[in-house]
């Protein structure tokens, strides 16, 4: 076990024998996603002291209004990661398409692609409840010096070399596994350094809390319905509690260190659901397997799916194992 209070730059330099053929890539790649977090952080801890609330007009690929904070972040993200010479390509839920970062060297060797929600559940800003950052990263499958290709973004879940999120809260984490279990750090932002808080991060086997939007209840199909009243039956360990801020990264968290589940279903105004495969299901569905929790569609595991779009959508179980498998014996019926 890790001791507390370890720095992540010293974390990340323990753990290089990770990668015996390492060339400090990945490294690197963990140390730009920190100094982003640390800007982001800072413009969302002022958000509601200058004019970067309040949607910044544009409308995103999911046709959802582009917050200002949203487009900020996207940007300092994008930004950071495009000049250290270690990414060939970047997929945003705030761009359409992925974009291709050009090296300086002519060769350009770099290996990774990395895909972002550079700021879930951005709807909660103009309302001081907590968002977050979403990262995933794979190794690209296309010829190094080659230009990056769509089938370097497509890949399972399962291919990830390492997933992410930064938690803008009451206090502002960085969460991470690079598929060798899951610590947090918690940023002293007096310093600007972020420490080890939450070594080896793992889900509860079971827990009491379910976290879905119960508003859509009536959309939603059988299997979740019957679910749902399982949760609040009197039997047991039951009544669970009802727990949903609407915002993936926080109830993810939260569930991760109480015990729980978290579902966005398809249902029938939604029909894959509306949460992204590649840049939310997956790095948080590698992170819940890393902790030993479970993420699934509903039927199947997550990190098996073969992505066909970009943006594509699919039904999100995640959590305390045991919770997930009960859920998924409800969908089976
Ligand atoms: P709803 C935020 O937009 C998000 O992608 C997740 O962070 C959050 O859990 C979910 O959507 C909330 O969606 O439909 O319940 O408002």
């Known amino acids: 076990m890790e001791k507390r209070n370890t720095t992540l730059g010293e974390f990340i330099i323990e753990h290089e024998s990770y990668f015996p053929y390492s060339t400090g890539e990945l490294s690197k790649l963990i140390n730009a996603l920190r100094l982003a977090a640390k800007v982001v952080n800072y413009e969302v801890n002022k958000a509601g002291l200058v004019d970067i609330l309040g949607a910044a007009g544009d409308i995103n690929v999911q046709g959802e209004n582009q917050q200002k904070l949203d487009v900020l972040a996207n940007d300092k993200f994008i930004r950071t990661l495009s000049n250290r010479e270690i990414v060939c390509g970047i997929a945003s839920e705030e761009e359409e398409h992925f974009i291709t970062i050009n090296s300086n060297d002519k060769q350009n060797r770099n290996k990774y692609v990395v895909l972002i929600?550079?700021?879930?559940?951005?709807?909660?800003?103009?309302?001081?409840?907590?968002?977050g950052t979403i990262f995933s990263i794979y190794r690209r499958v296309t010829p190094v010096g080659t230009p990056v290709t769509m089938e370097d973004f497509l890949q399972p879940g399962k291919n990830q070399v390492a997933a992410g999120y930064i938690v803008?809260?009451?206090?502002?984490?960085?969460?991470?596994?690079?598929?060798?279990?899951?610590?947090?750090?918690?940023?002293?932002?007096?310093?600007?350094?972020?420490?080890l808080s939450h070594p080896d991060m793992e889900f509860p086997e079971t827990g009491n809390i379910y976290s879905v939007n119960e508003g859509n209840y009536i959309h939603f199909p059988q299997g979740v319905k019957s679910y749902i009243k399982y949760c609040q039956m009197e039997e047991g360990e039951r009544p669970y509690t009802s727990r949903y801020i609407g915002s993936l990264v926080s109830d993810f968290h939260r569930n991760m260190i109480k015990g729980g589940i978290y579902i966005y279903p398809k249902s029938s105004i939604a029909s894959n659901?509306?949460?992204?495969?590649?840049?939310?299901?997956?790095?948080?569905?590698?992170?819940?397997?890393?902790a030993?929790?479970?993420?699934?569609?509903?039927?199947?595991?997550?990190?098996?799916i073969q992505p066909k779009e970009l943006h594509e959508r699919v039904p999100f179980f995640c959590g305390s194992r045991?919770?997930?498998?009960?859920?998924?014996?409800?969908m089976r019926g």
Not at 274 to 282: A, G, M
């Open 117 to 131: 929600d550079p700021l879930d559940g951005s709807s909660n800003i103009d309302v001081n409840v907590s968002v």
């Open 292 to 304: 030993n929790g479970k993420a699934s569609d509903g039927f199947g595991r997550i990190l098996d």
């Open 322 to 330: 045991k919770m997930v498998e009960k859920a998924e014996e409800f």
């Open 168 to 195: 803008y809260g009451t206090s502002t984490m960085l969460v991470y596994t690079t598929g060798h279990g899951v610590n947090g750090f918690t940023l002293n932002p007096a310093i600007g350094t972020f420490y």
């Open 273 to 290: 659901g509306k949460l992204r495969l590649l840049y939310e299901c997956n790095p948080m569905a590698l992170i819940a397997e890393q």
